[in-house]
């Protein structure tokens, strides 16, 4: 039971990392054919999604262990912590750099999507434990 589990909630990460790798595919293709259009349009959205990538890569790599429990617990720790950094840590950077100052209020968002992804994949296992 535990391995079908995993085995679901592995495809369902790789169908959320395919169409992150699509997105990163689109920014950077937008980015060789008009710099301008890209930084007014899709600057963001690129940061974002490789960033996001990232954590994709990592939550997959923790389902690759095949531990069920130890999934559940870094879902659970990813929830906990991000959440912290979100609620306790600092919404404005201070930076004179104003895109270093836009990149932080960006990897707050991607913060709260992963912590809504990892919210998500902890309760599609308990029903999936359930069944």
Do not use: P
């Not at 617990?73 to 404005?92: K, N, Q």
């Not at 950077?93 to 209020?105: C, D, E, Y």
């Amino acid at each position: 039971m535990e391995s079908k589990i995993i085995e679901k909630v592995r495809g369902r990460m790789m169908r959320k990392m395919a169409v992150v790798e699509g997105n990163i595919t689109t920014c950077t293709e937008k980015f060789s054919e008009d710099y301008e259009k890209f930084l007014n349009w899709y600057a963001e959205d690129l940061y974002k999604n490789k960033k996001l990538l990232e954590y994709y890569k990592g939550l997959l790599t923790t389902i690759s262990v095949g531990d069920l429990s130890y999934l559940k617990e870094t879902l659970r720790h990813h929830v906990e912590h991000l959440g912290d950094d979100i609620l306790h840590g600092s919404l404005r950077k201070s930076s004179t750099n104003s895109f270093a100052n836009l990149a932080h209020v960006l990897d707050l968002e991607v913060k709260q999507t992963v912590i809504t992804v990892c919210s998500v994949m902890l309760s599609e296992i308990t029903e999936l434990e359930r069944q």
